[in-house]
């Protein structure tokens, strides 16, 4: 995949932005960065709070060749590269199912998947946000959030998005064999604590749900055993509960 990176000073949503570039027919590797989002978008129809070079806001289009139901493992690809990417910054992160990078159990980085449909064929915008700093967090996540300054990493904005996006390159090219499918399952479960025996509570819509996470299914859906039963999770919010307890 050829990277090709367009940078933007303010927008809306780099997502927003690249799925319009996607519909209008750009090819996959097309990377768009901003410093600032007016509107950055999280998981679930949150908002992604995106101050001026505050973060990273970075979406990159994709044009998988592979079957829909294997499209979740595009975002464990990306959870992979970031966690990757992050380590050679000498950080020890963590990955919550699903695409929460932690470190030291507070976030530093989300990542949102967006498809889209035109004449063009179908594309995914993989969108990555990674705090770089928390001068200016909210008074709510300055608890349950963390950022590259507060970790005492210094970056140059330029070098992190080469590394980021060869990372996903890389770990992009495996969704499209059964072999390299099964790798990112394997990468995923060396890199997350929260891959089996972790006690969770998962919040999908009005349910929630406590039990011990069992492993993935081969497309990415969590595992989860409550009460001698097996559930399989598709979407939804994980909470580490021994954490919970302990604050
Ligand atoms: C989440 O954890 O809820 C996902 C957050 C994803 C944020 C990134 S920032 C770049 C891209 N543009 C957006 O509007 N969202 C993603």
Redesign the pocket.
């Known amino acids: 995949m050829k990277i090709r990176i367009l940078k933007l000073d303010t927008v809306?949503?780099?997502?927003?932005e690249?799925l319009k570039h996607a519909r209008n027919g750009a090819d996959e590797g097309l990377c768009i960065i901003?410093r600032q989002?007016t509107?950055?978008?999280?998981?679930?129809g949150?908002t992604?709070v995106?101050e001026k070079d505050a973060?990273?806001?970075?979406?990159i289009v994709l044009r998988p060749k592979i079957e829909q139901a294997f499209f979740p493992l595009i975002t464990l690809a990306a959870g992979i590269a970031v966690f990757d990417t992050l380590v050679s910054y000498g950080l020890e992160p963590d990955i919550k199912w699903v695409?929460?990078v932690m470190v030291g159990e507070k976030?530093i980085?989300?990542?949102?998947a967006e498809t889209t449909e035109s004449n063009f064929g179908s594309a995914v915008v993989l969108?990555?946000?990674i705090n770089l700093n928390s001068a200016n967090f909210p008074q709510e996540l300055t608890d349950s959030a963390t950022s590259l300054e507060s970790e005492g990493v210094r970056i140059d904005l330029n070098e992190l998005v080469k590394n980021l996006s060869g990372q996903i390159a890389s770990r992009y090219e495996l969704i499209h064999s059964s072999a390299g499918r099964r790798e990112i399952i394997e990468e995923w479960k060396n890199r997350s604590t929260y891959f089996e025996g972790k006690h969770v509570r998962v919040k999908m819509g009005g349910e929630e749900i406590v039990g011990v996470t069992a492993g993935l299914e081969p497309n990415g859906a969590l595992r989860l055993s409550v009460n001698g039963h097996e559930r399989i999770i598709h979407t939804g919010d994980v909470e580490n509960l021994r954490v919970s307890k302990s604050l």
């Open positions: 809306d949503s780099t997502n927003t690249a901003a989002q509107a950055g978008r999280g998981r679930l949150r992604w995106s973060g990273l806001y970075f979406s695409n929460d976030k980085s989300g990542i949102l969108g990555i946000g």
